[in-house]
């Protein structure tokens, strides 16, 4: 949560403020508490330098500046327990967790606070604690739970010997301390201090630890055999991480999301305008496709609906569908990275072609699949002005980029793609189109910023988070302010189709007191009630009954929805490891157009990228968690070090 305006908290208060008079008054108190919070990673970091992999370290993005940034080192196997870069995360989480024991132990001591002050702190300082060990457990694995303890650091070494708990013991501690988090923290907080926590917030990372621990990776799959089935406690040889497949976690999951749909959480929509064009025709396997939103798809812009959570038109706070979201000066910043170099930009990003071809035509028949109503060619170009919903198709075109869903046009820039800078006066600043062919204003000849790497290889740049008036050149160029959801209800709604979907019987889940939460089970029309939303509101119809009939079918479609719903939004990264596919999908070629040609001698053909750092690029097993840095294992003997990094 740093970064976030509404903390207004001195990240140095507490050099300068001794200890024993933070707990004397209310407000040094607080500024305690945020100033804690400002410790915690930045979630909306995914561009360049996170604190895990995340796009540059999973197969749905790359740049030429493999050298530049630590994530794009880690598939080129450059990361080591000795050199992490940013990725060691460890020791700020666990100054986190000593911080919110810290206001446990001496909360009491602040005689200012009234009885919901002190709710409202201890909660958040559940929440903060139980937020450090989600990043670990994430990113780390079995956690090293300290519980309430206060280590001093002058302790001798054998005072901080401890074991990791088993996975599964570290989700039920993470999910208890937001258990307890969301029954002191409120459901909403006000437009000033939109990014802070709330109770929708801490019930919906439950629900995403509680899906990703009933997936194969962590739940007796064959992903958790292959990668962990030496992964096991010195102290008492315990697997660290399950042998043994448990469905009901599954089910645990569901309840998880069910909640979470329950509240008062929607999908961002945008009404229906003049030139909002009318739903595709032919559509005869969905009888919901054409009644009003959200029964079906009708009465809501769907390229609107999606493009303006990201780029800036929405503001945050007003945004339905943000469980957890915040403002994101890093977001914002990031655009850079990948706007067009003649105009400001660094233009380094790239977006492989497997992503390009996830994405449907209109009608949501797949590119191989295409309808003679909406078909998918590879010959031709546009010769004409083709306007939507704001967006505008300009001529020379490629066919090819024709009759795709709207989702695409709202997060990929390709050749050809106008690029409208509206803030910017300057001539021949905006209305641009760009071209990133060998002779194109933005390809590899004219590489910019003194770097001949400054093009996008593949053809394709994220233009997710772009606004049309954003401008990073020209006179009163600007760039809107962005924000970002750290989770979705989008999210929520696919990741309970996807429980309900690996459900083979009937299970009734309890609450710890024994209540009852609920009764799940493989229901065709419930996964479709939920998976349908997230179509509906792209423009799309809904699963077909061939979709849905089986676990394996639903997988599938559901392993592209979610590559497309959440590219670049740093979950694809998480996704193909917990679902045990990590391995084949990072052994895909990385594709795209031919850049080293020009628009009409062949860049229009599929090749394998020509560039070192896309060639060298591997998958390792020890690749799907991070290593513990070395000096963390050297203060603590008893830490096992996760599997493939002992070297």
Known sequence: MS??????????????????????????????????????????????????PAILGSDEGFTMWESDYYSQRFPLDRITANEMGGFNIWPQLYQIIRKANTIFTRVDECKELTAQDKREIVGYAHFLRGY?????????????????DIYDTSLP?????????????????????????????????????????????????????????????????????????????????????????????????????????????????VEASYDTPELPKG?????????????????????????????????????????FGRNSTRVRDATKLYFPGPFGGWNCYSVPQKFIDAYKMVDGRDINTSSGLY???????????????????????????????????????????????????????????????????????AATQGDVRNYPITGYVPKKYIHPDDAWSGANAAVLNKSFGMIRFADILLMYAESLN???????VTDVDGNPLGTFSRDMEEIKRAFNLVRYRSGLPGLTYEEVSTKEHFFEVLKTE???????????????RRWGIVKEEEAMPIMGMDTERTEKDGYYNRVICNYSGVRNRVFKDKMVLLPIDRQEIKRVHTLDQNPGWED
């Not at 997060?411 to 194109?440: A, H, R």
């Not at 590559?563 to 193909?576: C, I, S, T």
């Open 562 to 576: 979610r590559m497309v719903e959440f590219l670049h939004e740093g979950l694809r990264y998480y996704d193909v």
């Open 502 to 508: 690996n459900l083979t019987e009937t299970h009734t």
């Open 157 to 269: 070494g054998d005072a901080y010997q401890k074991f990791r708990s088993t996975y599964d013991e570290s989700v039920e501690y993470v999910c208890k301390e937001l258990e307890i988090a969301a029954t002191y923290i409120p459901s909403t907080v006000p437009i000033q201090t939109f990014g802070r926590p709330t109770k929708g917030a801490a019930y919906g990372l439950i629900a995403r630890l509680r899906v990703y621990a009933a997936s194969p990776l962590y739940n007796g799959g064959q992903a958790a055999k292959s990668f962990f089935s030496g992964f096991t406690r010195q102290s008492d040889n315990e697997h660290y991480i399950s042998q043994n497949y448990d469905e009901k976690k599954w089910a645990i999951a569901a309840a998880a999301c069910k909640r979470v749909m329950d509240m008062n959480y929607s999908l961002h929509t």
């Open 3 to 52: 970064s976030c305006n509404y903390l207004n908290v001195d990240h140095y208060f507490e050099d300068t403020v001794n200890l024993d008079s933070v707990f004397q008054n209310k407000v040094y108190l607080e500024k305690y508490l945020w100033g804690t919070a400002a410790l915690l990673p930045d979630e909306s970091n995914v561009f360049d330098w996170s604190y895990y």
């Open 132 to 148: 450090a060990y989600y990043f670990l457990l994430l990113n780390y694995g079995p956690l090293l739970i300290v519980g309430d």
């Open 283 to 323: 559509i005869t396997h969905d009888r919901n496709y054409y009644k009003e939103w959200p029964e079906g798809a009708a009465g809501i812009d769907p390229y609107h609906s999606y493009a303006d959570m990201f780029n800036g038109e929405t503001l945050g706070f007003k945004n339905p569908e943000y469980v």
């Open 375 to 445: 078909s998918y060619l590879e010959e031709g170009f546009t010769s004409k002005d083709y306007a939507f919903s704001g967006y505008t198709i300009k001529p020379n075109v490629s066919l090819m980029y024709m009759n795709r869903e709207p989702r695409f046009y709202a997060s990929i820039g390709y050749s050809g793609c106008l690029w409208p800078m509206n803030s910017t006066t300057e001539t021949g600043k905006y209305m641009v189109q760009i071209f990133y062919s060998t002779d194109g204003n933005s390809g590899r000849s």
